[in-house]
């Protein structure tokens, strides 16, 4: 895989960057470029994992409001078909699709926006955790727990919100119709600031975790959709938010999610200090990839 090309794109409201790492030596004879997309992570989430593709043409991108990609707009928030249409505009900037798209957590989510909005763009989709609430068996309570999250950012700050944020992501199990009396938990217990820096621009508790999860996939234009689509969870997953929004998201599909190595970031290899299994992920990636031709 050769060094990574950066551009940038103006779209309505944004300027997004994304990246191009052409292969390079011992390439298969499938050329369709492989799209790695994650929200509200950036596209050096993805060096790890690219790194295992390297006779794979690799796209990764920046989403709106995220480091290198700014918004000029003035929103506070962004929806799943706001990303999507980024999806789409990069694909066509490339001059890429069809493409191969692994999306993961709220890069599922768009993804499969835009599967729905533009099946010609994508010949596979791999969607890891998409978390919408909607489509979990305890959807009001989930959706008020996210809210909360969201209102405790937007009054408290980072530290609080990105307590619960945590508490929420790796509960096992269902939330039950009285989670308002549960404790909240300290921001200290994750080592998170206490105090309020007064900023209120993160990309997850304040751009997309709403968008993110109450958005409803389009089921019908999914299924009918010419996109091969598969629903992925992490072995270590099991239970949690994510995860059972997968199982969710699959059975609006009528198929169940295909296991993959690891947990929510299992394709990580230390980058944002968290460990997956890297190596392992790529290899299901690319058996799953192959599955399509």
């Not at 001059?95 to 709220?106: I, K, N, Q, R």
């Given at each position: 895989m050769t060094a990574a090309e950066t551009r940038t794109l103006s779209v309505g409201g944004a300027t997004l960057t994304y990246d191009i790492r052409r292969a390079a030596g011992n390439r298969t004879d499938d050329d369709t470029v492989l799209f790695l997309v994650g929200s509200p992570m950036d596209a050096s989430g993805f060096t790890s994992l690219a790194s295992h593709f390297p006779d794979r043409t690799v796209l990764t991108y920046d989403p709106r409001g995220?480091?290198?990609?700014?918004?000029?707009?003035?929103?506070?928030?962004?929806?799943?078909r706001e990303h999507a249409e980024d999806l789409r505009s990069v694909i066509e900037a490339v001059?890429?699709?069809?493409?191969?798209?692994?999306?993961?957590?709220?890069g599922a989510v768009n993804a499969l926006a835009l599967v729905a909005d533009s099946p010609g763009l994508v010949r596979t989709l791999v969607a890891h955790e998409p978390p919408t609430a909607q489509v979990l068996p305890d959807r009001e309570a989930a959706l008020a727990v996210c809210a909360d999250i969201h209102a405790?950012?937007?009054r408290?700050?980072?530290?609080?919100?990105?307590?619960?944020?945590?508490?929420?992501?790796?509960r096992k199990g269902p939330f039950t119709a009285d989670w308002a009396n549960e404790p909240a938990p300290s921001p200290t217990d994750f080592g998170l600031p206490a105090e309020d820096d007064g900023g209120r621009?993160?990309?997850?508790?304040?751009?997309?975790?709403?968008?993110?999860?109450?958005?409803?996939?389009?089921f019908d234009a999914l299924r009918a959709a010419p996109t091969r689509i598969v629903i992925a969870a992490g072995q270590e997953s099991e239970g949690e938010f994510a995860a059972r929004a997968a199982a969710g998201v699959a059975a609006g599909l009528g198929s169940t999610p295909t296991v993959f190595p690891s947990h929510h970031g299992g394709f990580l290899g230390g980058e944002f200090g968290q460990q997956g299994a890297p190596e392992e992920?790529?290899?299901?990636?690319?058996?799953?990839?192959?599955?399509s031709r």
């Open positions: 995220v480091s290198r990609s700014t918004r000029d707009d003035g929103a506070a928030e962004s929806t799943p001059g890429a699709g069809p493409v191969d798209t692994f999306a993961s957590s709220g405790t950012y937007l408290d700050g980072v530290g609080p919100a990105m307590a619960k944020f945590i508490a929420v992501t790796s621009d993160d990309p997850l508790l304040g751009q997309n975790i709403r968008g993110c999860t109450t958005f409803t996939p389009d992920f790529a290899k299901t990636l690319r058996h799953v990839l192959e599955e």
